[in-house]
């Protein structure tokens, strides 16, 4: 990736909604050769997709906890078992007391326990662990230019 791969990803975080056109002035290349950048940025996985921001809270998720999965046995084949779950919105194998990590965002607190009892219908689930964001700073995408 040169710079100008660089400065296209970094204004895609921005705004993906920007033409080419809109791009290409910004990093000095015409809407056709933006165009292209952006194909190959695509093709080679950089850019994975091209989504729109939402505020959870306007969309009834303003309640967001990070669980802590525990298990006696290796989890590492549950991802579609997680996936079934619709309020789980990042599920990852961890290293530690416990075997996985979620980013889970459901309307209420009671919409919470219900999730955390469904975790326990998932194969290997021994226990969790929930903490709950009364406020959050900021989340920032992975930045390109680092």
């Known amino acids: ?7 296209l990803v970094a204004l895609l975080q921005e ?46 998720r303003g309640v967001l906890a990070f669980v802590m999965v525990e298990s006696k046995t290796w989890m590492g084949g549950s991802g579609e078992a997680l ?7 990042e599920a990852h194998v961890i290293a530690g007391s416990a075997t996985l990590l979620l980013k889970v965002r459901t309307a209420t607190t009671e919409g919470l326990q219900d999730v955390l009892r469904r975790l326990y219908e998932v194969d290997g689930v021994s226990g969790t662990q929930a903490t709950v964001v009364l406020e959050t ?10």
């Open 83 to 89: 996936a079934a779950l619709p309020e789980v919105q």
């Open 137 to 146: 700073f900021f989340e920032r995408p992975v930045s390109a230019a680092d």
């Open 1 to 7: 990736m040169d710079e100008i791969d660089r400065r």
């Open 15 to 60: 705004d993906a909604g920007r033409s080419y056109a809109a791009l290409g002035e910004i990093v000095g290349l015409s809407a056709g050769a933006t165009h292209e950048r952006v194909r190959k940025l695509r093709a080679r996985g950089i850019v994975r997709r091209t989504t729109v921001e939402v505020d959870p809270a306007a969309l009834g």
